[in-house]
């Protein structure tokens, strides 16, 4: 009988060669990952900690070079103002000239210090030479006379050596009365310096008094980081000798409740990949104790039909031993194979770089194409339906194959002779969905069975044909991992009543912007 539908010259192209062998190899060593030296979480914490401290305590000391001078510049500044105010109450104009009356005392107490040399200078406005140090700088051009009669101060340079010096330029006009009668100011210049020798002393004596601690206080504070930073991660320690001392098979989640803040997120990190690991022991234990059970059966017909056929003489028995052996061998491969696909659906990653865009008719009409000779040798009429657009989804084509073949084999399984299989692929404009449908004229599942044939093992009471059971269980893992939904209902095209038939729909989601919607917008 003639499939419906299908175009017998189409042939079915692999997405890719497989490489030879060599090349593999040399794929896999060039992305294999560069292992990187491990780095300590204590050493880097450490670093970062130092790090900063090691940079700020030189700036430290350069900060507290500048503040120390600042501070023993303010005693010797106060000391050479009050010498320039006292210096000006003795200068004073007589008959126009600029007379200074210093007493024996006020030169001996200029003259003092002994360490530091100290400079004055009494000269008027025009820069006639009064009283003092002749060779003492004069001060810059002011016409500011806002600065009258005011101390100011700056730096100079004096015998080759720096000098602090104060200056005022002195209004010698004293009452009102004189300058209300004159009103062109009368000035004289009076300066004060000193050489910067008891200045430095004493920003030298203030930093070795704040930097000598540090010498001191410094490697404290390296010890006392080192000790809260090992005191810090001593949970990390409890948290590794936990783990260690458990039993190899103990999966149960690890206490968090013991743990900082801070390390709860890997704690529960570490539990949900747990959890998984629970997970995926149980799915291999429950798969090796079913495949245990369900082969033992088959192996044993088999052992059975051999020892049966050993006793045997006669050639007609004999062969009718060996059909059965056949049969039973042909049972136990297809299990194996459908326990093996079982296997390779529960377990394979459902991450989004193996989900690509494919074409689900393409897909569909390879997998129907391949049961071809199946369906001449059933005689059953074996049809393919698609409409005249692409249907783009996004999944992993060979778990697709999977899928739709289970689903294949199923309605051929069932399906008596002269009967009708059909795979249909068509779009739900309105719901923007792709639907694969799969339709036999087979005995159908009554509507109390539908939501239990998906289980492991599972066979409605009173089918003819055996099975078992894993084919619809295997359609609901790889449905399940492309976020698809699976349909069960009795075939609408059916005219007999005896045999209702079967429709399995599986509705995806299309790819948004396939060429089909762009053409229908």
């Known amino acids: 009988m003639t499939p419906r539908d299908l175009d017998p010259d189409t042939t079915v192209h692999a997405a890719s060669d497989a490489p030879p062998p060599r090349r593999k190899r040399r794929a896999?060593?060039?992305?294999?990952?560069?292992?990187?030296?491990?780095?300590?979480?204590f050493g880097e914490i450490l670093d970062w900690m130092l790090a900063p401290l090691l940079l700020l305590?030189?700036?430290?000391?350069?900060?507290?070079?500048?503040i120390a001078q600042s501070i023993a510049n303010q005693p010797f500044d106060r000391a050479l103002e009050d010498s320039v105010t006292v210096l000006a109450q003795q200068v004073a104009d007589v008959d126009g000239h600029v007379v200074a009356r210093l007493p024996v005392s006020a030169r001996d107490l200029l003259r003092a210090d002994d360490i530091d040399n100290i400079y004055y200078q009494i000269s008027s406005a025009d820069g006639t030479f009064i009283e003092g140090d002749a060779d003492l700088p004069p001060p810059p051009p002011d016409d500011d006379r806002a600065n009258l009669d005011t101390v100011q101060f700056r730096n100079d340079i004096l015998h080759g050596t720096d000098v602090r010096i104060a200056y005022m330029q002195l209004d010698l006009r004293r009452t009102a009365a004189q300058r209300a009668a004159s009103g062109t100011p009368r000035i004289a210049i009076v300066q004060v310096g000193e050489t910067l020798e008891k200045r430095a002393q004493l920003a030298n004596e203030i930093i070795k008094g704040v930097i000598l601690p540090q010498f001191v206080i410094l490697p404290v504070a390296l010890g006392l980081v080192w000790f809260a930073l090992a005191r810090g991660l001593s949970p990390l320690s409890e948290l590794q000798r936990r783990i260690r001392a458990r039993r190899p098979d103990d999966l149960s989640p690890i206490d968090s409740g013991q743990v900082p803040e801070e390390i709860s997120p890997l704690v529960r990190s570490l539990n949900e990949m747990l959890e998984r690991l629970s997970q995926t022991i149980a799915i291999q234990k429950r798969f090796i104790a079913d495949a245990a059970h369900q082969m033992k059966t088959p192996l044993a017909g088999m052992r059975m039909q051999s020892e049966l056929a050993l006793r045997q003489d006669d050639q007609v028995d004999v062969r009718r031993s060996l059909e059965q052996l056949a049969k039973s061998s042909e049972t136990a491969t297809r299990l194996v194979n459908q326990l093996l696909s079982?296997?390779?659906?529960?377990?394979?990653?459902?991450?989004?770089?193996?989900?690509?865009?494919?074409?689900?008719?393409?897909?569909?009409?390879?997998?129907?194409?391949?049961?071809?000779?199946?369906?001449?040798?059933?005689?059953?009429?074996?049809?393919?339906?698609?409409?005249?657009?692409?249907?783009?989804?996004?999944?992993?084509?060979?778990?697709?194959?999977?899928?739709?073949?289970?689903?294949?084999?199923?309605?051929l399984h069932y399906t008596p002779q002269d009967g009708s299989v059909t795979v249909r692929a068509r779009v739900d404009e309105g719901g923007g969905l792709a639907i694969l449908e799969v339709e036999d004229t087979g005995p159908g599942i009554p509507e109390g069975e539908r939501q239990h044939v998906f289980e492991r093992f599972y066979r409605v009471l009173g089918t003819p044909a055996t099975g078992s059971g894993l084919g619809l269980a295997i359609v609901r893992e790889i449905a399940n991992q492309h976020n698809a939904r699976v349909d069960i209902s009795h075939n609408p095209r059916s005219t007999d009543s005896h045999h209702p038939g079967s429709l399995f729909r599986v509705s995806f989601q299309l790819t948004p912007r396939t060429p089909y919607l762009d053409d229908a917008g």
């Open 28 to 41: 896999a060593l060039a992305t294999q990952p560069v292992e990187r030296p491990q780095r300590s979480l």
């Open 342 to 411: 079982l296997a390779r659906a529960e377990n394979q990653p459902s991450q989004a770089a193996d989900m690509l865009p494919l074409e689900l008719t393409e897909l569909a009409r390879a997998v129907v194409q391949e049961r071809v000779p199946v369906s001449f040798t059933q005689r059953i009429d074996l049809g393919f339906e698609q409409p005249g657009h692409p249907i783009m989804i996004t999944g992993n084509a060979m778990m697709l194959r999977e899928m739709l073949g289970n689903l294949l084999d199923n309605a």
């Open 57 to 66: 305590w030189p700036m430290s000391i350069a900060i507290t070079y500048l």
